[in-house]
């Protein structure tokens, strides 16, 4: 049998948690690449949640039903019953897809006299099927690939022995949610980094998707991204309403993703942090068959993939309705897509390359002046550089609204004018290839927003009011863009920023600097006169 922790019944702490549980990815690197190990460790770490969430509350029906006077037998019947933890939105974990039960089998299991020696792969592949099975919200969703040929069987056993040390469970279920999501996410940032430039097909750096949330605050309604990765836009929003004391079940959940491992991870990752999402059944191309057609979102924040070369176009695409984009450059496919989703009264925000904002190839001037008159644009904001470690491209996110005009959304009438931010000069290094925004930094420009819309925040608090800001924020009428031949770049709007008075009369400073240069002189030499010293000692 699996050895288990003396105390495996007390919550794991969210340091032990992610150690333990990168050391486990970390078994597997030697045998296969950064892409293949993630979708086993995920896999595991998603079975591992679902199997300690189901006896948790297997455990309270337990508890429950003995303080009610029930005899076990009784008890053990209405545990069985499926609905007793759908109904408390745990999965149904058969019996032989519990981790109980793989890790007392792991090193292998022979079901019946006569029938061949099962492999631990083999138990975990048919578990993943087994959950599916049971829970449709599931299908299609999980991983079997454990008992492929590249997958080392001992290594396997390894993980779950080292996976049975660690436990998801604590504080009721929403704590054992928590704590699974913050490691999934964690994982989802690991194996980005390790993947390099393909990492950024299924994750947004943190700070990029909070930009997008605390900004739009989608608190109600249809929320969708075209574009979804690993679902980290649905996931920091569901965080936005539990920092609001909210339920994310205030919120309906739409995404499109290309990729199916990626449309796969984003599954799981909806499914860890109880966000019921319309994904469809399967995988596809939002250019070559939108799977939500008819779709009206409240809500839209994405980050498609930039400049995209090859794409499927459809020239009398009714998405196309400023013009149609270049069949070498999908933007402008993506930002046309984005604007025909949002509702009367919806708003978006959407990653994009810088190079959007001023692009007039292909026709892209034409279409961007169109949604300018259109009066769809409400801010730009321009980010810093080195937020993604999969591509040194500079980004910036266009945010749209339906309607500016007072009391949707905001306070203050904003019809004809566009808010330019620009943020470039945020951030802070994390270490030599990638920035990350502080609290602060992303405080600072959503808070701008909200003072230009006069947006009362979640908690009910008023703004204050809007200025102008030299250097970061300016409101610019419709005429003055248009002047501009409709660019949108913020660093053309903003201008420099203040720069305080030096009071020091200039021929004081004069003064006082040419003393400080002469006494720097004087150590000049004064130092080159002592390395002569030392060579001649040398010699």
């Given at each position: 049998?699996?050895?288990?922790?003396?105390?495996?019944?007390?919550?794991?702490?969210?340091?032990?948690?992610?150690?333990?549980?990168?050391?486990?990815?970390?078994?597997?690197?030697?045998?296969?690449?950064?892409?293949?190990?993630?979708?086993?460790?995920?896999?595991?770490?998603?079975?591992?949640?679902?199997?300690?969430?189901?006896?948790?509350?297997?455990?309270?029906?337990?508890?429950?039903?003995?303080?009610?006077?029930?005899?076990?037998?009784?008890?053990?019947?209405?545990?069985?019953?499926?609905?007793?933890?759908?109904?408390?939105?745990?999965?149904?974990?058969?019996?032989?897809?519990?981790?109980?039960?793989?890790?007392?089998?792991?090193?292998?299991?022979?079901?019946?006299?006569?029938?061949?020696?099962?492999?631990?792969?083999?138990?975990?592949?048919?578990?993943?099927?087994?959950?599916?099975?049971?829970?449709?919200?599931?299908q299609g969703t999980l991983p079997r690939i454990f008992n492929r040929d590249n997958v080392d069987?001992?290594?396997?056993?390894?993980?779950?022995?080292?996976?049975?040390?660690?436990?998801?469970?604590?504080?009721?279920?929403?704590?054992?949610?928590?704590?699974?999501?913050?490691?999934?996410?964690?994982?989802?940032?690991?194996?980005?980094?390790?993947?390099?430039?393909?990492?950024?097909?299924?994750?947004?750096?943190?700070?990029?998707?909070?930009?997008?949330?605390?900004?739009?605050?989608?608190?109600?309604?249809?929320?969708?991204?075209?574009?979804?990765?690993?679902?980290?836009?649905?996931?920091?929003?569901?965080?936005?309403?539990?920092?609001?004391?909210?339920?994310?079940?205030?919120?309906?959940?739409?995404?499109?993703?290309?990729?199916?491992?990626?449309?796969?991870?984003?599954?799981?990752?909806?499914?860890?942090?109880?966000?019921?999402?319309?994904?469809?059944?399967?995988?596809?191309?939002?250019?070559?068959?939108?799977?939500?057609?008819?779709?009206?979102?409240?809500?839209?924040?994405?980050?498609?993939?930039?400049?995209?070369?090859?794409?499927?176009?459809?020239?009398?695409?009714?998405?196309?309705?400023?013009?149609?984009?270049?069949?070498?450059?999908?933007?402008?496919?993506?930002?046309?897509?984005?604007?025909?989703?949002?509702?009367?009264?919806?708003?978006?925000?959407?990653?994009?390359?810088?190079?959007?904002?001023?692009?007039?190839?292909?026709?892209?001037?034409?279409?961007?002046?169109?949604?300018?008159?259109?009066?769809?644009?409400?801010?730009?904001?321009?980010?810093?550089?080195?937020?993604?470690?999969?591509?040194?491209?500079?980004?910036?996110?266009?945010?749209?609204?339906?309607?500016?005009?007072?009391?949707?959304?905001?306070?203050?009438?904003?019809?004809?004018?566009?808010?330019?931010?620009?943020?470039?000069?945020?951030?802070?290094?994390?270490?030599?290839?990638?920035?990350?925004?502080?609290?602060?930094?992303?405080?600072?420009?959503?808070?701008?927003?909200?003072?230009?819309?006069?947006?009362?925040?979640?908690?009910?608090?008023?703004?204050?009011?809007?200025?102008?800001?030299?250097?970061?924020?300016?409101?610019?009428?419709?005429?003055?863009?248009?002047?501009?031949?409709?660019?949108?770049?913020?660093?053309?709007?903003?201008?420099?920023?203040?720069?305080?008075?030096?009071?020091?009369?200039?021929?004081?400073?004069?003064?006082?600097?040419?003393?400080?240069?002469?006494?720097?002189?004087?150590?000049?030499?004064?130092?080159?006169?002592?390395?002569?010293?030392?060579?001649?000692?040398?010699?």
């Amino acid at each position: 049998m699996a050895k288990v922790k003396a105390d495996a019944n007390a919550p794991t702490s969210m340091k032990e948690l992610k150690d333990t549980l990168w050391k486990a990815a970390d078994k597997l690197r030697g045998s296969m690449d950064a892409s293949q190990y993630k979708d086993i460790i995920l896999g595991l770490v998603f079975l591992k949640y679902v199997s300690d969430a189901f006896e948790e509350r297997r455990g309270q029906i337990f508890a429950e039903l003995e303080a009610e006077g029930y005899e076990v037998s009784a008890i053990e019947e209405i545990a069985a019953d499926p609905d007793e933890y759908l109904g408390s939105g745990v999965f149904w974990v058969p019996e032989q897809a519990r981790w109980t039960f793989l890790a007392q089998n792991a090193k292998g299991f022979t079901p019946a006299p006569g029938e061949a020696e099962q492999s631990i792969g083999e138990l975990v592949d048919a578990a993943m099927e087994m959950i599916m099975r049971r829970n449709p919200s599931l299908q299609g969703t999980l991983p079997r690939i454990f008992n492929r040929d590249n997958v080392d069987q001992r290594r396997l056993r390894e993980l779950v022995d080292l996976f049975n040390s660690s436990r998801f469970t604590g504080e009721g279920q929403t704590k054992a949610r928590d704590l699974l999501g913050e490691v999934y996410e964690y994982f989802l940032e690991k194996f980005a980094k390790a993947e390099g430039k393909r990492g950024g097909e299924f994750y947004t750096p943190a700070g990029v998707v909070r930009v997008l949330v605390e900004m739009l605050e989608p608190d109600h309604g249809r929320v969708y991204d075209p574009a979804c990765g690993s679902g980290g836009m649905f996931v920091q929003a569901e965080k936005f309403l539990a920092s609001h004391n909210r339920e994310g079940s205030e919120i309906s959940v739409f995404g499109q993703e290309l990729n199916e491992r990626t449309w796969r991870m984003a599954k799981m990752n909806l499914a860890i942090h109880g966000l019921h999402g319309n994904l469809g059944s399967r995988w596809g191309d939002t250019f070559a068959r939108d799977i939500h057609p008819d779709l009206q979102a409240d809500f839209v924040m994405a980050n498609p993939p930039f400049n995209i070369k090859d794409w499927v176009r459809n020239e009398s695409d009714p998405r196309w309705r400023f013009g149609v984009p270049p069949k070498n450059n999908a933007n402008y496919a993506w930002l046309q897509h984005i604007v025909s989703k949002l509702a009367p009264g919806g708003s978006g925000g959407v990653v994009m390359a810088n190079g959007s904002m001023s692009s007039n190839s292909g026709g892209e001037g034409e279409i961007r002046a169109q949604l300018v008159e259109a009066d769809l644009v409400s801010c730009m904001v321009a980010l810093p550089t080195q937020l993604f470690r999969s591509t040194a491209i500079p980004v910036c996110v266009w945010f749209f609204a339906k309607d500016k005009s007072a009391g949707k959304g905001g306070s203050v009438d904003r019809r004809g004018q566009v808010l330019f931010l620009d943020a470039r000069g945020m951030g802070h290094m994390v270490d030599r290839a990638e920035r990350a925004l502080s609290d602060e930094d992303i405080a600072k420009i959503a808070s701008t927003f909200h003072s230009w819309r006069g947006k009362v925040d979640a908690d009910g608090v008023e703004p204050a009011p809007y200025e102008d800001v030299p250097g970061f924020a300016y409101s610019a009428p419709i005429d003055e863009i248009k002047a501009a031949d409709y660019a949108l770049t913020p660093g053309r709007y903003v201008g420099a920023a203040a720069v305080e008075e030096d009071a020091e009369p200039l021929e004081a400073k004069l003064a006082r600097l040419t003393d400080e240069l002469e006494t720097q002189f004087a150590e000049s030499e004064r130092l080159a006169a002592v390395v002569r010293e030392q060579l001649r000692r040398v010699k």
